[in-house]
């Protein structure tokens, strides 16, 4: 019989920046970390690592997320690093981390082998709040001295490629320039940008990301957005490099401290860098300002004098809708998203395909909020029938023939968990320390925690098969399916943005496929059921818990689903 080791348990995390550090970095860390670990009687049984990794991100480290997933389960007890910044250089990140250690009993120590302290933690995200801005200021100087030199830090746009061996520099690319001179040559005859793309999609022409992503599907189909630049207006046709203009420093991008999303802000005209270079001009100069004469005017047009969108308040447009991320396209099955907004302020979807790059004909857009409220009318006649449960049984039948346990499918919730993980920390840190009333940070709270649990039993029944789950030959599925179908109907009725109402929605109804109509008809529209979910009928968990059921984000089965209405 083996007997436990009475040392601790440790494990170490190596991380290394893609800016300034090697890979060799990585080697270096482990070695001495491993040599603390010796010094200080401790046994080593995990090693987690993250390279060319940001310490400014955490939902994109995967071995930071295991890390983290090692701490809640408690499976060691002690986390060696080379430095606390190898963990984040966010200071609210390295406290935050700090009370979530300490609450799960786990210690942090650094190459000194010393445990670090609160007074540790401290001076090391003093030290993180002064060197930021410090590295900021040099990283900037540096780009700027660049340009001013003709060079271009970062990526290349379309028409051009690196310089071999001149790391900055850039050439003009002949094939991709001669897409741009057509681009703008169309655009200046009066042709929309969303016709533009949708030519070149057909006619097989590789976009812009298709050249610089081959490896990534979807990136071989033109968007308008990158010919028009969306709002800051930096598409091909408001960049001033085809006239061989270098202009730097004119947006900086700036975190949200309460939502860790980036906005780009545009800076002071005084800070602008701008650099001509006649070697890269790819677009004569009467041609731009063609262009640019076409757009104004369009602008104007469009939105009136200012040429600026007028926006009004609008109903969040986002996952607070039972419909979104639900709708499929009746002709091309693709996504629909939302891409208007009603006259009372409410969502309206329309194909992605066909509002975004022009390659389907379906370009109705339908109000959401309708066509959920039709959704839920046929709902309670079709489910409640018996002839619905008999279509249950058959559609489970079906679906139990198939391999339910797909590594990819897995693999896909293990990230969607690790990410909800770190949201919901974040969070919670958030609200600990807000200033105002954090009433939206609890909102997103909550909807990030029934999610999880959805998640969790997603992988649990994808991992253990049936257990728990009443067969639809049990003497009690039909008071429980119609007890669980009768919930969500009322639901819908009363509440349907209501967190447990939404994912019930979801787990029940796997896609709505739209169809093409006139304009003032009734809409036409087929839903189809997920059969995990009807196998499992646990739509919301009992006694008034969170709903812990399969969430429809993740099970695609549109051809094998059973239709609730047509």
Same mark, same amino acid.
């Given at each position: 019989?083996?007997?436990?080791s009475?040392?601790?348990?440790?494990v170490?995390? $190596?991380?290394?920046?893609?800016d300034?550090?090697?890979v060799?970095?990585?080697?270096?860390?482990?070695?001495?970390?491993?040599?603390?670990?010796?010094?200080n009687?401790?046994?080593?049984?995990?090693?987690?690592?993250?390279?060319?990794?940001?310490g400014l991100?955490?939902?994109?480290?995967d071995?930071?997320?295991?890390?983290?997933?090692?701490?809640?389960?408690?499976?060691?007890?002690?986390?060696?690093?080379?430095?606390?910044?190898?963990?984040s250089?966010?200071p609210?990140?390295?406290?935050?981390?700090?009370?979530?250690?300490?609450?799960n009993?786990?210690?942090?120590?650094?190459?000194?082998?010393?445990?670090a302290?609160?007074t540790d #933690?401290?001076?090391?995200?003093?030290?993180?709040?002064?060197?930021?801005?410090?590295?900021a200021?040099?990283?900037r =100087?540096?780009h700027d001295?660049?340009?001013?030199?003709? /060079?271009i830090?970062?990526?290349y746009?379309?028409?051009?490629?690196?310089?071999?061996?001149?790391?900055?520099?850039?050439m003009?690319?002949e094939?991709e320039? %001669? *897409?741009?001179r =057509?681009?703008?040559?169309?655009?200046?005859?009066?042709?929309?940008?969303?016709d533009?793309a949708?030519?070149?999609?057909?006619?097989?022409v $590789?976009?812009?990301?298709?050249?610089?992503?081959k490896?990534?599907?979807?990136?071989?189909?033109? @968007?308008?957005q990158?010919?028009?630049?969306? =709002? !800051?207006? /930096?598409?091909?046709i408001? @960049?001033?490099?085809y006239i061989?203009? #270098?202009?730097?420093?004119?947006?900086?991008?700036?975190?949200?401290?309460?939502?860790? %999303?980036?906005?780009?802000?545009?800076?002071?005209?005084?800070?602008? *860098?701008?650099?001509?270079?006649?070697?890269?001009r790819i677009?004569?100069?009467?041609?731009?300002?063609?262009?640019?004469?076409v757009?104004?005017?369009? &602008?104007?047009?469009?939105?009136?004098?200012?040429?600026?969108?007028?926006?009004?308040?609008?109903?969040?447009?986002? @996952?607070?809708?039972?419909? $979104?991320?639900?709708?499929?396209?009746?002709?091309?099955?693709?996504r629909? =998203? *939302?891409?208007?907004?009603?006259?009372?302020?409410?969502?309206?979807?329309?194909?992605a395909?066909?509002?975004?790059?022009?390659t389907?004909?379906?370009?109705?857009?339908?109000d959401?909020?309708?066509?959920?409220?039709?959704?839920?009318?046929?709902?309670?006649?079709?489910?409640?029938?018996?002839?619905? *449960?008999?279509?249950?049984?058959?559609?489970?039948?079906?679906?139990?023939?198939k391999?339910q346990?797909?590594d990819?499918?897995?693999?896909?919730?293990?990230?969607?968990?690790?990410?909800?993980?770190?949201?919901?920390?974040?969070?919670?840190?958030?609200?600990?320390?807000?200033?105002?009333?954090?009433?939206?940070?609890?909102?997103r709270?909550?909807?990030?925690?029934?999610? /999880?649990?959805?998640?969790?039993?997603?992988?649990r029944?994808?991992?253990?098969?049936?257990?728990?789950?009443?067969p639809?030959? !049990?003497p009690?599925?039909?008071?429980r399916?119609?007890?669980?179908?009768?919930r969500?109907?009322?639901?819908?009725k009363? @509440?349907p %943005?209501?967190?447990?109402?939404?994912? &019930?929605?979801r787990?029940?109804?796997?896609?709505?496929?739209?169809h093409?109509? /006139?304009?003032?008809m009734?809409?036409?529209?087929?839903?189809?059921?997920? &059969?995990?979910a009807l196998?499992?009928?646990?739509?919301?968990?009992?006694d008034?818990?969170k709903?812990?059921?399969?969430?429809?984000?993740?099970?695609?089965?549109?051809?094998?689903? %059973?239709s609730?209405?047509?």
């Amino acid at each position: 019989m083996a007997i436990a080791s009475p040392n601790k348990r440790a494990v170490i995390y $190596a991380r290394y920046s893609s800016d300034m550090q090697k890979v060799t970095s990585i080697d270096g860390q482990l070695l001495l970390c491993r040599k603390v670990a010796a010094r200080n009687d401790l046994d080593v049984v995990g090693e987690f690592v993250d390279a060319a990794k940001s310490g400014l991100t955490e939902d994109t480290r995967d071995g930071y997320q295991r890390l983290l997933n090692g701490v809640r389960k408690q499976d060691f007890d002690v986390i060696i690093v080379e430095h606390f910044d190898r963990l984040s250089r966010d200071p609210a990140t390295i406290q935050r981390l700090k009370q979530v250690f300490e609450f799960n009993r786990v210690e942090l120590m650094d190459q000194k082998g010393v445990y670090a302290t609160a007074t540790d #933690i401290s001076i090391a995200s003093l030290y993180n709040t002064i060197y930021k801005p410090q590295l900021a200021d040099k990283v900037r =100087r540096g780009h700027d001295n660049a340009v001013n030199n003709g /060079r271009i830090p970062g990526s290349y746009a379309y028409g051009y490629r690196p310089r071999p061996g001149v790391p900055g520099e850039r050439m003009i690319d002949e094939s991709e320039a %001669k *897409i741009v001179r =057509r681009i703008f040559i169309e655009y200046t005859a009066g042709r929309s940008t969303r016709d533009i793309a949708a030519d070149l999609t057909r006619e097989g022409v $590789a976009s812009p990301g298709a050249t610089r992503h081959k490896n990534k599907a979807g990136r071989t189909t033109w @968007n308008h957005q990158c010919i028009t630049g969306g =709002r !800051h207006g /930096r598409g091909i046709i408001g @960049n001033e490099l085809y006239i061989g203009e #270098i202009h730097w420093n004119v947006r900086s991008t700036i975190l949200n401290p309460e939502t860790q %999303k980036k906005q780009k802000r545009r800076n002071p005209e005084e800070r602008h *860098i701008i650099v001509k270079n006649a070697e890269l001009r790819i677009i004569p100069q009467a041609l731009w300002d063609s262009a640019q004469k076409v757009r104004n005017e369009r &602008a104007i047009h469009m939105f009136g004098p200012s040429g600026k969108p007028r926006r009004r308040p609008v109903v969040p447009r986002n @996952n607070e809708h039972p419909l $979104a991320g639900v709708l499929r396209c009746g002709v091309c099955n693709g996504r629909m =998203r *939302i891409a208007q907004s009603s006259r009372n302020g409410g969502p309206r979807a329309a194909c992605a395909n066909a509002h975004q790059r022009g390659t389907c004909e379906h370009t109705r857009s339908f109000d959401m909020d309708v066509l959920l409220k039709d959704v839920a009318e046929k709902m309670e006649v079709r489910l409640l029938s018996p002839k619905a *449960i008999e279509e249950a049984m058959r559609a489970w039948k079906e679906e139990r023939k198939k391999d339910q346990r797909k590594d990819s499918e897995c693999s896909n919730l293990e990230r969607r968990r690790r990410v909800l993980n770190a949201e919901i920390e974040r969070l919670s840190y958030a609200i600990a320390n807000s200033r105002r009333k954090p009433d939206e940070l609890i909102k997103r709270l909550d909807e990030c925690d029934v999610e /999880r649990e959805t998640v969790e039993e997603r992988l649990r029944l994808l991992g253990n098969g049936v257990e728990n789950v009443i067969p639809f030959d !049990h003497p009690k599925f039909g008071d429980r399916y119609r007890s669980e179908a009768k919930r969500l109907v009322t639901g819908l009725k009363i @509440n349907p %943005k209501a967190i447990e109402t939404r994912i &019930a929605f979801r787990n029940l109804v796997d896609c709505i496929i739209v169809h093409p109509v /006139r304009k003032r008809m009734p809409y036409e529209y087929t839903p189809y059921l997920n &059969a995990a979910a009807l196998f499992s009928m646990k739509l919301f968990s009992e006694d008034g818990e969170k709903s812990r059921t399969i969430s429809t984000a993740y099970h695609d089965n549109v051809q094998s689903g %059973k239709s609730v209405s047509s």
